[in-house]
């Protein structure tokens, strides 16, 4: 595997390459991350990963400088995928200025769910992700469905701007008690981490009710936050969502049976978890 941090060495070392499957990742890579290679390699040839923590994607008071940065263990990990590429710059290499031109993400999407709670968030996402595919010049790009708003930010862009990469969705990967993986699982103590995998069990218990016709989906979204919070979680939202646009479903959207996705995010103790499940 070629590790490079200029950029134009990395279009040298890709120059007429047609077919990249580009998978970008902030590091500290578990399971997840590596099923994301996995898929990159059945959608294209050579696969180019990337490992660049964006500080443009975090908040004043989130966690930029704790981040984890796992380098060592990273370059292992990708190595034994066949990964052909790591693109892992500096912040100079990408931000040699300050970065003034950024995406700005429409309202509707970019500000609701996540960009509600962090703000700016996705405008950081989808800066990074245009220069990045600006970098690599992917065939597909692939993303995971456990971020799922982030999925759709990028999906709209790519279509917005007529890119020539495709962006591919990745199932969640989870651990056997349900809690899908995360870079921020690490920051979870043991007894958090026991009590983690509820989040998704509300998830699905939301799923459930809805699957076996109870469509009142305040009650609904009320009675997990208030379930959660009684655990002890601090959620910010669990919000039954429409798929296509990730608007609240309307009564009409209900009866047609449009497909929805239910969202959560919640802290436990100091560390913030995300998750989400397709009804
Ligand atoms: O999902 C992530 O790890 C990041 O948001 C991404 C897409 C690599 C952009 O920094």
Redesign the pocket.
Known sequence: MKIISSIAELHDQLRGQLRTAFV???GNLHDGHLSLMRLARKHGDPVVASI?V?RL?FGPNEDFDKYPRTFAADVEKLEKEGVYVLFAPTEKDIYPEPQEFRIQPPDDLGNILEGHFRPGFFTG?TT??MKLFSCVQPRVAI?GKK?YQ?LMVIRNMARQFALPTEIIAAETYRAEDGLALSSRNGYLSESERAEAPTLFRELNRVADALRSGNLDVSLLEKSAIDHLARRGWQPDYIAIRKRSDLQPPTAGDIATREPLVVLAAAKLGSTRLIDNLEV
Do not use: A, G, L
């Open positions: 970008p990742t902030m660049f964006n994607q996402v990074i992700v993303f971020d982030q």
